[in-house]
């Protein structure tokens, strides 16, 4: 609160002069708003990406079904063609784009490690496959 410490006010008078405090209050939590918005509005991150030096045409999407194969040489094959982790989410965008969305069917071999199988369901999880089924069970049986 301000108070008058000057000795020219009698008792019982009003005082003219504006009270300035709440005025400089407001002004000060808007300046730290300003402050604190104003960064993440103008925070930009530089990314070199990376620029695809071979032409090769990218397997082939089917529009029905579509199958990954995790094999025991640690690859990942999609339709048959040798992918990378990214390529595969890629190809797994681009099918959840598509009308009527693809089924996606996954077939690790038996002694494919377990770790990589985790990484490809990882992929396909973060990619929201809505429709997806493992395929080549019965192999597992002979080896148990």
Wanted: hydrophobic share 40%; no cysteine.
């Amino acid at each position: 609160m301000a108070m008058q410490t000057t000795g020219d006010n009698r008792e019982g008078e009003p005082m003219m002069d504006i009270n300035t405090t709440p005025l400089i209050d407001v002004m000060l939590v808007l300046l730290i708003m300003l402050i604190v918005t104003i960064p993440p509005q103008t925070h930009a991150v530089k990314l070199d990406l990376p620029v695809n030096q071979n032409n090769n045409p990218p397997p082939p999407i089917q529009p029905n079904k579509n199958k990954v194969i995790v094999t025991a040489a640690g690859q990942v094959l999609w339709n048959g063609q040798a992918v990378n982790l990214t390529q595969l989410r890629q190809y797994l965008d681009v099918t959840q784009q598509m009308n009527p969305i693809p089924e996606l069917h996954l077939q690790p071999e038996a002694t494919a490690r377990y770790e990589l199988v985790d990484e490809v369901l990882a992929v396909t999880k973060r990619a929201h496959v809505q429709k997806m089924g493992f395929v080549g069970n019965e192999y597992y049986m002979n080896i148990f």
